[in-house]
């Protein structure tokens, strides 16, 4: 059994990036990038502030959902200043990242820090979950003197 990919978003349901002129166009400054396996509004709100929490704005952060065009690992990282790529219930190899991605740990790979994590849905909806990545992997990273 694959636990690693236990409550992960299917390959088939995450779209590549469009082919043609749109392909090349430039993809805008951004800090972070989180990509959701989710069109609800409300959840999207929620990421956007553990985002913030993360004191990564609004400004510094782009959040794509399945809405939305997903582009592969080799585009993203083309965007100017990305720092961070956070998965929400999308398997890496849905960008075509090859590499193993532990879950619920921030590991680095072709330059850029990235967090595999269960579905909004199931992130937002255990508290106890939550707090444990907060804890253990977001404060740590993002707030080392405990604020």
């Known amino acids: 059994?694959?636990?690693?990919?236990?409550?992960?978003?299917?390959?088939?349901?995450?779209?590549?990036?469009?082919?043609g002129p749109d392909a090349a166009a430039p993809l805008p400054p951004a800090e972070a990038i989180a990509i959701a396996a989710t069109t609800d509004e409300a959840l999207l709100g929620r990421i956007a502030a553990m985002m913030g929490a993360c004191g990564l704005?609004?400004?510094k952060?782009?959040?794509?959902?399945?809405?939305?065009?997903?582009?592969?690992?080799?585009?993203?990282?083309q965007?100017?200043?990305?720092?961070?790529?956070?998965?929400?219930?999308?398997?890496?190899?849905?960008l075509?990242?090859?590499a193993f991605l532990p879950p619920d740990t921030l590991s680095s790979f072709g330059g850029v820090h990235f967090?595999?994590?269960?579905?909004a849905e199931a992130l937002f909806g255990d508290t106890a979950y939550r707090g444990a990545l907060w804890n253990n992997v977001l404060r740590p990273h993002f707030k080392p003197d405990g604020q």
């Open 96 to 98: 075509s990242i090859q």
């Open 79 to 94: 965007t100017p200043g990305l720092r961070y790529i956070f998965l929400f219930g999308i398997a890496p190899e849905a």
């Open 1 to 19: 059994m694959d636990l690693y990919k236990t409550g992960l978003i299917p390959l088939g349901t995450v779209r590549t990036a469009p082919e």
């Open 115 to 119: 967090l595999v994590t269960r579905p």
């Open 57 to 59: 704005t609004a400004e």
């Open 61 to 77: 952060t782009r959040i794509i959902s399945p809405g939305s065009e997903p582009v592969p690992f080799t585009r993203l990282r």
